[in-house]
């Protein structure tokens, strides 16, 4: 076989993988070193690759950093579509989500709060930082449609995962769905 046959497709899937395993590695380099420590030296040694395989994969800084962004506002979409479609309480799936970010969920949190605050630098990283507050927005369109409270909502996800960031401590679900029960009926 040759052509579009089964080789091509075991290229491409080699080469899905590829592009995976440096967005990891990248999201590595993001964790331990921030944004600021982004190079394709340090992500290609992060991967244990060269770095002209790295920049064969993306060949921007900027596109490297996109992927990696975009491959945690997936993962971020993922689960927050999963709570908009389910039947259940959106806050409480909402307020268990940001409690993550204390957990299991900090790395990645980290690595995306990182890298959408580089966006107001780096435009090219703007539409993909968006898309956690259009999520956010969204879920809470689903319980209001009071402009100011969607905007509460997603103002005070921010504000709480940052905190949570910051203290480096375990985070109480139960309050952290007070306080989003509040931004949507303030008074």
Same mark, same amino acid.
């Given at each position: 076989? #040759?052509?579009?046959?089964?080789?091509?497709?075991?290229?491409?899937?080699?080469?899905?993988?590829?592009?995976?395993?440096?967005?990891?590695?990248?999201?590595?380099?993001? #964790?331990?070193?921030?944004?600021? &420590?982004?190079?394709?030296?340090?992500?290609? =040694?992060?991967? &244990?690759?060269?770095?002209?395989?790295? #920049? !064969? !994969?993306? *060949?921007?800084?900027?596109?490297?950093?996109?992927?990696?962004? #975009?491959?945690?506002?997936?993962? !971020?979409?993922? =689960?927050?579509? *999963? /709570? /908009?479609?389910s039947p259940g309480d959106k806050l409480t799936g909402l $307020?268990?989500?940001?409690?993550?970010?204390? &957990?299991?969920?900090?790395?990645?949190a980290l690595a995306e709060r990182e890298l959408s605050t580089?966006?107001?630098?780096?435009? $090219? @990283?703007?539409?993909?930082?968006?898309?956690?507050?259009?999520?956010?927005?969204?879920?809470?369109?689903?319980?209001?449609?009071?402009?100011?409270?969607?905007?509460?909502?997603?103002?005070?996800?921010? &504000? @709480?995962?940052?905190? /949570?960031?910051?203290d480096n401590s375990p985070a109480e679900p139960g309050y952290?769905?007070?306080?989003?029960?509040?931004?949507?009926?303030?008074?």
């Amino acid at each position: 076989m #040759t052509g579009g046959d089964g080789h091509v497709d075991g290229r491409r899937a080699r080469g899905a993988r590829r592009r995976a395993e440096i967005i990891d590695a990248t999201l590595a380099v993001v #964790t331990r070193d921030g944004a600021a &420590g982004v190079t394709h030296r340090t992500v290609a =040694k992060q991967a &244990g690759i060269t770095t002209s395989l790295s #920049t !064969y !994969y993306f *060949a921007t800084l900027d596109d490297l950093l996109v992927a990696a962004l #975009t491959s945690v506002a997936d993962a !971020y979409t993922a =689960k927050i579509r *999963a /709570i /908009i479609d389910s039947p259940g309480d959106k806050l409480t799936g909402l $307020a268990e989500l940001i409690a993550e970010t204390a &957990g299991s969920g900090r790395e990645r949190a980290l690595a995306e709060r990182e890298l959408s605050t580089l966006a107001a630098r780096r435009p $090219a @990283l703007r539409p993909v930082a968006r898309r956690w507050r259009e999520n956010i927005a969204e879920l809470a369109s689903a319980l209001t449609d009071d402009p100011t409270a969607i905007a509460a909502v997603v103002a005070a996800s921010d &504000g @709480l995962c940052t905190a /949570i960031l910051l203290d480096n401590s375990p985070a109480e679900p139960g309050y952290i769905q007070d306080v989003l029960q509040g931004a949507i009926h303030r008074e």
